[in-house]
């Protein structure tokens, strides 16, 4: 849009979330357009934009609910069939709010009706997928909207690409963060190429898609990069989750005995694995809490095997899927206070924006003292916070309406294994 208005010499303001990666802010403003940074989600800068729009007398170009950005985005379907050669299966497409997926069915299906258009959508915002099975168009909660493939993070997909979805999609799949995250790495590996996560998600869904079929596909099977607009200090938090969802890596909690000679023997039943990180803290007691990870090849084939020597000698818990473990825990390790008498653990997620932070503890209220505290900044929309609470186990109906009057993302965490072995 901004390389557009430049191009036509119109001025343009796009209006974004407070959240918006810096790179597409910097790249907006670079080819001459105004931005606009409202709210922390799509709903409020299109109400803001919306409104700029009749208060100036603008024209107001939606990013996906109108005929003519459909056609627009459904030359990629045009793209597709004049490059490729050879019979196609299927072309997957992100789903945000419906125009590329509506734009690229209306096309394809046009000319090749035997190809299958698949949308593919992140576990946590799933709108279409939502809309299609209730045969109407859902509002996801914003309390519960997973913004990390924030691209196309939208509560409500548009009317016009859900009437044209609902006649010419054939199949919508989800998929998760962990997913994402090696989708972005085989991007990247085969084509140096770093895509966001909303850009990632097509070639994730054909990965699990293509992996529920062991018999094979037919003839080829062609995902939609969709964007890179990606901070480049978000990148470690993505390569630390991108071995879980290949399958290249276990995380464990392993118990040991607490005695001279039981860190050796453990690390010999291992044997030549390739480890890639151990936490260990004394913590008194007969036994000891070991996290560790472990490079595999992906396949069941080469972690059976392993787990089955591990669990022959050790009580072991897989925590490979575990977000607590993955997100906090493996940073934290340190052993358990043997002096709190009682505690309450919750995980929280929460807008990546000045004052966040501060709006949640002030939110919490001071009643409860707080006994634990995590926190990381991922480079990411959104920040995540693990925090303990002591003699919150009896009030917490209460507490959990205190946490959602606050607005923002919460899990209770209290009876999760990995805070039993480590915190």
Not at 85 to 105: Q, T
Not at 180 to 186: F, V
Request: include cysteine; aromatic fraction near 6%; proline fraction near 4%.
């Amino acid at each position: 849009m901004a390389l557009a208005g430049q191009t036509l010499n119109i001025p343009v303001t796009i209006v974004m979330g407070v959240n918006t990666p810096a790179i597409k802010r910097d790249a907006v403003k670079a080819r001459g357009a105004k931005v606009k940074l409202v709210g922390e989600n799509y709903d409020a800068a299109a109400a803001h934009a919306a409104q700029l729009a009749r208060e100036r007398g603008l024209t107001l170009i939606p990013p996906f609910d109108h005929e003519d950005v459909i056609a627009g985005q459904g030359t990629i379907g045009m793209e597709i069939l004049r490059q490729v050669r050879g019979p196609v299966g299927s072309i997957f497409v992100p789903v945000g709010g419906g125009g590329l997926i509506a734009g690229v069915a209306s096309y394809v299906k046009a000319l090749r009706p035997e190809i299958k258009i698949i949308g593919v959508e992140a576990e946590g915002s799933a709108g279409m997928t939502e809309a299609l099975s209730a045969g109407r168009r859902i509002k996801l909660p914003a309390q519960t909207l997973d913004q990390f493939a924030d691209g196309t993070a939208v509560r409500q997909v548009g009317a016009k690409p859900f009437n044209i979805a609902r006649r010419l999609v054939d199949e919508m799949i989800t998929v998760s963060i962990d997913e994402i995250c090696a989708a972005i790495r085989d991007i990247f590996e085969d084509t140096r190429v770093i895509s966001e996560p909303a850009g990632a998600l097509a070639v994730a869904g054909l990965k699990k898609w293509v992996g529920q079929k062991p018999d094979g596909t037919e003839g080829q099977e062609i995902a939609v990069v969709s964007g890179a607009n990606i901070n480049f200090d978000r990148l470690r938090h993505i390569s630390e989750r991108t071995a879980f969802g290949a399958k290249t890596e276990l995380l464990l909690g392993v118990t040991i005995p607490e005695k001279p000679g039981s860190f050796l023997a453990f690390c010999k039943t291992l044997g030549r694995q390739n480890i890639t990180e151990f936490n260990y803290r004394y913590s008194g007691g007969g036994d000891a809490q070991v996290l560790v990870g472990i490079e595999t090849g992906g396949s069941e084939d080469e972690r059976r095997p392993l787990l089955n020597r591990l669990t022959k000698r050790y009580p072991v818990t897989e925590l490979s899927d575990n977000e607590l473990a993955v997100l906090h825990v493996r940073h934290m390790v340190g052993g358990r206070s043997p002096t709190l008498a009682s505690e309450s653990l919750y995980r929280v997620e929460f807008p990546e924006r000045p004052g966040a932070l501060l709006n949640f503890l002030e939110g919490l209220g001071g009643e409860h003292n707080i006994t634990m505290f995590h926190y990381r900044n991922h480079g990411a929309a959104f920040g995540r916070v693990l925090i303990g609470l002591q003699g919150a186990e009896h009030q917490s109906k209460a507490l959990a309406r205190r946490l959602q009057s606050i607005g923002y993302r919460f899990w209770e965490e209290s009876e999760n294994p990995a805070r039993d072995l480590f915190l």
